[in-house]
């Protein structure tokens, strides 16, 4: 469902991805690991059509994100690094705006609505406005609005972050729920967050991939746990 091919980018002399290549299937959930600066938000926000790529391209669900970004864009739900949002509308208000970008209306937004609420357990603060919310919630009603319309494929930048330990859990149980139906791509620093949900891993420095494998994979080939094969790799591959 997603295709990349020799995918790069530039900031002036910083190289942040430089041409990566990879596939990501229906089934699968694959993350991205690497230390801060890899070039996992950069990739996340081309594949997601937010930043145009020097070179190289990719589809989502059969699209070109250069050719068709629009059917990118509708194909795909997106929680960004910092779960962008207007802090003035209330949860609700939010979500329905998001129902009206994504033309969602009448039952089929009933639907989603009711689906999507309890699903990221943000009930409670439904008719609050956004500016009064904890990171933990402003990060549920992220997840939120990138589910509404139940895309096939799911972008997700660090899905847990500013979670306590319950909403971690319910997350990553929400994410293993929905594995076998989409093809989910999630960008983390939590190494137990890989073990919990990945069925697959690459780990990128520099804007390269140093290794695509699977969680067990690694733990079995380097006999240590996946903090220290992340250590590892990261410390003593060149890249």
Same mark, same amino acid.
């Given at each position: !469902?997603?295709?990349?091919?020799?995918?790069?980018?530039?900031?002036? #002399?910083?190289?942040?991805?430089?041409?990566?290549? $990879? =596939?990501?299937? &229906?089934? @699968?959930? /694959?993350?991205?690991?690497? #230390?801060?600066?890899?070039?996992?938000?950069?990739?996340?926000?081309?594949?997601?059509? $937010? /930043?145009?790529?020097?070179?190289?391209?990719?589809?989502?669900?059969?699209?070109?994100?250069?050719?068709?970004?629009? =059917?990118?864009?509708?194909?795909?739900?997106?929680?960004?690094?910092?779960?962008?949002?207007?802090? =003035? !509308?209330?949860?609700?208000?939010?979500?329905? $705006?998001?129902?009206?970008?994504? @033309?969602? &209306?009448? &039952?089929?937004?009933?639907?989603?609505?009711?689906?999507?609420?309890? !699903?990221?357990?943000?009930?409670?603060?439904?008719? @609050?406005?956004? =500016?009064?919310?904890? &990171?933990?919630?402003?990060?549920?009603?992220?997840?939120? @609005?990138?589910?509404?319309?139940?895309?096939?494929?799911?972008?997700?930048?660090?899905?847990?972050?500013? /979670?306590? #330990?319950?909403? +971690?859990?319910?997350?990553?149980?929400?994410?293993?729920? !929905?594995?076998?139906?989409?093809?989910?791509?999630?960008?983390?620093?939590?190494?137990?967050?890989?073990?919990?949900?990945?069925?697959?891993?690459?780990?990128?420095?520099?804007?390269?991939?140093?290794?695509?494998?699977?969680?067990?994979? /690694?733990?079995?080939?380097? +006999?240590?746990?996946?903090?220290?094969?992340?250590? +590892?790799?990261?410390?003593?591959?060149?890249?």
């Amino acid at each position: !469902m997603i295709s990349v091919k020799e995918l790069r980018r530039s900031f002036g #002399p910083i190289v942040a991805v430089d041409g990566v290549s $990879f =596939e990501v299937e &229906k089934g @699968q959930v /694959l993350g991205l690991l690497g #230390p801060n600066g890899a070039g996992k938000t950069t990739a996340m926000r081309m594949l997601a059509c $937010f /930043l145009k790529p020097d070179s190289g391209t990719a589809t989502v669900c059969g699209h070109d994100i250069l050719r068709n970004s629009v =059917e990118v864009r509708r194909s795909i739900g997106y929680l960004a690094e910092n779960s962008p949002a207007y802090n =003035e !509308m209330t949860v609700g208000g939010f979500l329905e $705006f998001v129902c009206d970008v994504r @033309q969602i &209306k009448g &039952k089929d937004r009933k639907r989603a609505l009711d689906r999507v609420v309890p !699903m990221c357990s943000v009930e409670s603060v439904y008719h @609050q406005t956004i =500016e009064t919310l904890s &990171k933990g919630y402003r990060r549920r009603v992220g997840l939120a @609005q990138a589910l509404i319309h139940d895309p096939d494929v799911l972008i997700l930048d660090e899905p847990t972050d500013g /979670l306590d #330990p319950n909403q +971690k859990h319910e997350v990553r149980g929400l994410i293993n729920s !929905m594995a076998k139906d989409k093809c989910i791509i999630i960008s983390t620093h939590i190494l137990e967050e890989v073990e919990a949900v990945c069925s697959r891993t690459i780990i990128i420095s520099k804007g390269r991939i140093l290794v695509d494998s699977t969680p067990k994979e /690694l733990k079995e080939k380097y +006999k240590c746990s996946l903090e220290e094969v992340f250590r +590892k790799i990261t410390k003593s591959k060149v890249a």
